[in-house]
């Protein structure tokens, strides 16, 4: 049986479209939490980061403007 997933998209984000278009064309249909309207709670964000096998630091977007400031 197929492995469930679950995509943390940001529909600004090209590469976060472009990962969402890639799963949808091979047949996947991902749970899609949109995370900026959605929010995160401490404890998602840190099984993420486990998960993931980074630091929280390693989660974010370093490119952003709120970033910089």
Known sequence: MPQALTIYHNPRCSKSRQTLK?????????????????????????????????????LLRRKEKAYAE
């Open 22 to 58: 890639l799963l949808e064309e091979h047949g996947h249909q991902p749970t899609i939490i949109n995370y900026l309207n959605e929010g995160l709670t401490p404890g998602q964000i840190t099984e993420l980061a486990r998960g993931l096998g980074c630091t929280l630091h390693g």
